[in-house]
């Protein structure tokens, strides 16, 4: 632990050091301009990672930007509150860098919960060679469905994340390793893929404090970034397909093996499988503005026999937003403004099946549904007041707890 505070610490350093003399540079040099985030007409999921607001310097060959995200919030489970508390959830910043024709790099680092977890979230170098086949490697998002991919925070009018993509998947799920990305279009028509090879889970999705089957507790070993738990590479990749007058629908797959089957060349276990389909579809209807986001994933896990049937073998989890805008205009200096009203529904079964005894269904559920006002001044900022509510039972189908929060806050590009 100490060892990566002390890494962590020394980054921290290095990017201050890299950051500040391009702000001082500012002093003296205006801006050139800053590269606008527009993913509605010709970019994809994929994209998402370059589809940034970034700041641009003369004479400077780093662009720089970022995204800070706090609220407040008043939650109740069963009635029991602990009152009002204010959260900084995230600071993230990015940094790209155009090294020579036809190679670039990018790089996202973020904060969480002020410095409480930090992270690489992406580091990787691109090389361009035709517009269908581009070489990517580095610590890279796993492009399962479409949140992984697409997830800053002021993009979205809720400030909690989906229980699809961080309860059941690990959201902002990231590797180390390599892989091949690429994307053409005809007419209305956008279509893309990507394929990576990366370090990937651990027997933790098994083995963790909750005592189920929880794919977001192999996040907590930060090791993937430096060795395989078991020297077999995860396959993750992911086809995309856009029309622009419609929306965009994803399919994408992520699996491998996830134990330690082997210890100093003996032979402890056999291999033990994990794979994840996902499917993702986004769009808007242009005369009314109404946007749609959805998401839905299914888990196949090979779980022990020695373990309880309390740990699930097979999930499902889903997720829907709807967002409507109803106020569009000039509003004191912001050109378009706009005031939105917007839903989401949640619904996560991390156990699918019967018990063997009774034949009866398992349970472990949870139910959110999450309505949001939202107002934006302009599409990089976005300020949110959201209600919760979920519904949560235990494996046996008992109402394990209800809970409810209030949330005010902002997200916000810089």
């Not at 989906?162 to 309860?167: H, K, L, N, R």
Request: without cysteine; aromatic residues 14%; neutral net charge.
């Amino acid at each position: 632990m100490r060892t990566y505070i002390y890494t962590m610490s020394k980054l921290i350093i290095l990017v201050t050091f890299m950051v500040i003399p391009i702000f001082g540079s500012a002093q003296e040099e205006k801006i050139v301009n800053r590269i606008p985030t527009d993913s509605t007409q010709n970019n994809l999921n994929m994209d998402a990672v370059y589809d940034r607001p970034f700041l641009k310097f003369k004479k400077v060959p780093v662009a720089i930007g970022g995204y800070l995200e706090a609220n407040s919030i008043y939650s109740s489970t069963d009635g029991v509150s602990e009152g009002l508390s204010f959260q900084a959830r995230r600071f993230t910043m990015f940094m790209s860098a155009s090294i020579y024709n036809r190679i670039k790099f990018l790089a996202e680092l973020e904060f969480e919960d002020g410095t409480k977890e930090i992270g690489i979230e992406f580091a990787a170098m691109d090389i361009t060679l035709f517009p269908l086949l581009n070489f990517r490697g580095g610590i890279v998002m796993n492009p399962i469905g479409g949140f992984n991919q697409n997830h800053d925070g002021p993009k979205w009018e809720f400030i909690e994340r989906p229980d699809e993509a961080v309860q059941m998947l690990p959201a902002t799920w990231s590797n180390v390793g390599f892989g091949l990305y690429g994307k053409t279009h005809f007419g209305n028509w956008i279509a893309g893929y990507e394929v990576y090879l990366t370090n990937g889970f651990d027997d933790s999705v098994i083995d963790n404090e909750l005592n189920k089957t929880y794919l977001p507790a192999a996040k907590l070993n930060r090791n993937r970034f430096e060795e395989s738990n078991n020297g077999i590479p995860l396959i993750s990749g992911k086809v995309a397909i856009k029309n622009r007058k419609i929306g965009e629908l994803g399919f994408s797959y992520m699996g491998g093996v996830y134990n330690t089957f082997k210890m100093e060349g003996l032979i402890v276990d056999s291999k033990r499988r994990l794979d994840v389909f996902s499917i993702d579809f986004n769009s808007t209807i242009k005369k009314s503005g109404t946007y749609f986001d959805g998401e839905a994933s299914y888990i196949l896990i090979d779980v022990p026999n020695t373990y309880t049937q309390q740990y699930g073998n097979q999930q499902f989890g889903a997720f829907i937003d709807i967002v409507q805008p109803i106020i569009r205009r000039k509003i004191l200096d912001w050109e378009n403004a706009s005031l939105n009203i917007a839903a989401r529904f949640d619904y996560v079964d991390w156990n699918i099946g019967t018990f063997n005894e009774s034949n009866t269904n398992i349970g472990d559920q949870r139910i959110s549904i999450t309505p949001a006002i939202s107002f934006r001044p302009s599409s990089q900022t976005v300020l949110r007041l959201n209600y919760r509510y979920s519904w949560d039972t235990d494996i046996f189908f008992n109402e394990k707890s209800r809970s409810a929060s209030i949330m005010f806050g902002f997200s916000t590009y810089f």
